[in-house]
């Protein structure tokens, strides 16, 4: 889906088309969502995001300044959104609920919780070199694998409108992107 196309959507769901409307939700759906999971949030918080994402730009459809570039202002949201969300979850919230506190120590020896936790951490940090490897890489790259690791994915069609990338280069960008990664994690010693 081109700029001009998104642009002629917007403005005829404006005017009440509802065919328009779902053809935006469509085209743009895997955008939102590539955005949204690269925040890596749980399965219901996304499903949050996703919808509000959409319930913000139906509320700000008619006041669009550059319909052409909804799907900028739909990842801009979905960032932001996604942002709140994680902000949210890292506020603690403290209990002195005897049953709570109990209730680990029931599932897990001492020795079994402490490896689970070494082993989570470890899986967390290679999470996070992952993503800051992949934050260096360029705003093309980056760009350019988040669309790609869409659910479901995009067409390379849907790729090419999206971020404005000829189908042909699509594969080539995406095998030197991921060529790149790989070395810059190889160098860091991340498996």
């Given at each position: 889906?081109?700029?001009?196309?998104?642009?002629?959507?917007?403005?005829?769901?404006?005017?009440?088309?509802?065919?328009?409307?779902?053809?935006?939700?469509?085209?743009?759906?895997?955008?939102?969502?590539?955005?949204?999971?690269?925040?890596?949030?749980?399965?219901?918080?996304?499903?949050?995001?996703?919808?509000?994402?959409?319930?913000?730009?139906?509320?700000?459809?008619?006041?669009?300044?550059?319909?052409?570039?909804?799907?900028?202002?739909?990842?801009?949201?979905?960032?932001?959104?996604?942002?709140?969300?994680?902000?949210?979850?890292?506020?603690?919230?403290?209990?002195?609920?005897?049953?709570?506190?109990?209730?680990?120590?029931?599932?897990?020896?001492?020795?079994?919780?402490?490896?689970?936790?070494?082993?989570?951490?470890?899986?967390?940090?290679?999470?996070?070199?992952?993503?800051?490897?992949?934050?260096?890489?360029?705003?093309?790259?980056?760009?350019?694998?988040?669309?790609?690791?869409?659910?479901?994915?995009?067409?390379?069609?849907?790729?090419?409108?999206a971020l404005g990338i000829a189908v042909g280069s699509i594969g080539p960008l995406r095998q030197r992107c991921l060529r790149r990664l790989k070395a810059r994690l190889d160098a860091r010693?991340?498996?």
């Amino acid at each position: 889906m081109d700029r001009a196309d998104v642009g002629t959507l917007v403005r005829s769901a404006v005017d009440g088309d509802g065919a328009a409307w779902k053809a935006l939700v469509e085209g743009l759906s895997p955008l939102v969502w590539s955005v949204v999971r690269a925040h890596r949030l749980s399965d219901a918080d996304a499903h949050e995001v996703y919808q509000t994402v959409w319930f913000r730009f139906a509320q700000h459809l008619g006041r669009l300044r550059e319909p052409d570039k909804a799907g900028s202002w739909l990842a801009s949201t979905a960032r932001h959104e996604s942002l709140k969300v994680i902000k949210s979850l890292q506020r603690l919230t403290l209990t002195d609920d005897p049953q709570l506190l109990d209730r680990a120590s029931e599932e897990h020896s001492p020795e079994q919780s402490l490896l689970r936790a070494e082993e989570a951490a470890a899986e967390r940090e290679r999470i996070r070199s992952l993503w800051r490897e992949l934050e260096e890489l360029g705003e093309r790259c980056r760009g350019l694998l988040r669309v790609l690791m869409a659910s479901p994915p995009p067409s390379y069609q849907e790729v090419s409108a999206a971020l404005g990338i000829a189908v042909g280069s699509i594969g080539p960008l995406r095998q030197r992107c991921l060529r790149r990664l790989k070395a810059r994690l190889d160098a860091r010693g991340v498996r």
